[in-house]
């Protein structure tokens, strides 16, 4: 599925698309994947996608978080 953003696949893509648009401004940028626990809600296990940026902005300490 396409739309489904919880699975690595999707979070991978969004992850680039995210890269990809902060790259073209010049503001570099710090995504990592983050495998969660099985959800007995979602029926699988969910992958996050999480970055230094504040509300949806670059920062400009680019340092490792996780």
């Not at 010049?26 to 969660?36: A, F, K």
């Amino acid at each position: 599925m396409t739309g489904d953003f919880c699975t690595r696949e999707g979070a991978q893509r969004i992850k680039q698309q995210i890269e990809d648009y902060w790259a073209e401004r010049g503001r570099p940028v710090t995504i990592n994947l983050v495998q969660g626990p099985f959800l007995a809600s979602m029926r699988s296990a969910r992958t996050d996608v999480r970055s230094n940026m504040v509300n949806g902005v670059p920062v400009a300490n680019t340092e490792n978080f996780a």
